[in-house]
């Protein structure tokens, strides 16, 4: 079965630096899909960036972007820029190649931006 | 399309007792998703339809839990007969099927939180 892992419960960063969140799935699978979602306190959970697993190039989304490590199973986020508003729970997340699309998610990381 | 909804967002229920929950996908999208989120924990899946047929199961799902989507439109999430255990966020997601890869990324609605005393 595949896993998810975030071995970072918590991490804080100040406002205007650079954060990296990490991120380790297991699978067996050569071709899938892999996801970071933010979850604000209270508020529903958006997708920030994904990454096809068959394109080495790293996914990017303006201030976001991801370090793909294919052999290692890495998939880690980082946040450059930091924003205040950019505080929230960030879950990781592996969908496999099959056609019933369900996704597998990591335990989380709660960032925290200080001013 | 205002996205997701899902309601109600909080219900507190005593244990025992029957419960259901109501998802709105997308208007467009052929596919629902239901998953659970316990405190500290990622979404774990539940179930997941196309139009109206549940093509997967959990074993998350027990058989006190039943979901249904009859017109392919909205769904429904029934846990009877409650347990304290059960006490968690639902989360319901909604995607399209056309074109595979990204084309059917998931959007989430805001989740129903479930307090079972």
């Known amino acids: 079965a595949q896993t998810v892992t975030q071995s970072q419960p918590e991490m804080s960063v100040q406002e205007a630096e650079t954060v990296t969140l990490s991120c380790t799935y297991d699978?067996?699978?050569?071709?899938?899909?892999l996801f970071w979602y933010k979850q604000p306190p209270s508020r529903q959970m958006i997708l920030v960036i994904r990454q096809e697993a068959y394109k080495q190039q790293n996914a990017t989304e303006n201030r976001f972007s991801v370090n793909f490590q294919k052999a290692a199973k890495s998939f880690s986020l980082k946040i450059s820029d930091s924003q205040l508003g950019d505080a929230a729970m960030y879950f990781c997340a592996y969908r496999g190649p099959g056609r019933n699309n369900d996704m597998r998610f990591g335990a989380g990381t709660r960032l925290t931006v200080k001013p | 399309d205002t996205g997701v909804s899902q309601n109600p967002r909080h219900k507190i229920t005593k244990r025992g007792q029957n419960v259901t929950f109501r998802c709105d996908p997308i208007?467009?999208?052929?596919?629902l998703y239901w998953y659970r989120q316990t405190l500290g924990q990622g979404p774990e899946f539940l179930t997941y339809f196309q139009n109206e047929a549940q093509l997967e199961k959990s074993r998350l799902l027990s058989d006190r839990f039943s979901a249904e989507r009859p017109k392919g439109s909205f769904s429904t999430l029934e846990i009877q007969r409650t347990e304290q255990g059960d006490s968690a966020m639902y989360l319901c997601?909604?995607?399209?099927?056309?074109?595979?890869?990204?084309?059917?990324?998931?959007?989430f609605g805001p989740g129903t939180r479930l307090t079972v005393l």
């Open positions: 699978t067996s699978e050569s071709d899938y899909y």
């Open positions: 997601a909604s995607s399209s099927s056309g074109g595979g890869g990204f084309n059917n990324e998931q959007f």
């Open positions: 208007s467009e999208h052929n596919r």
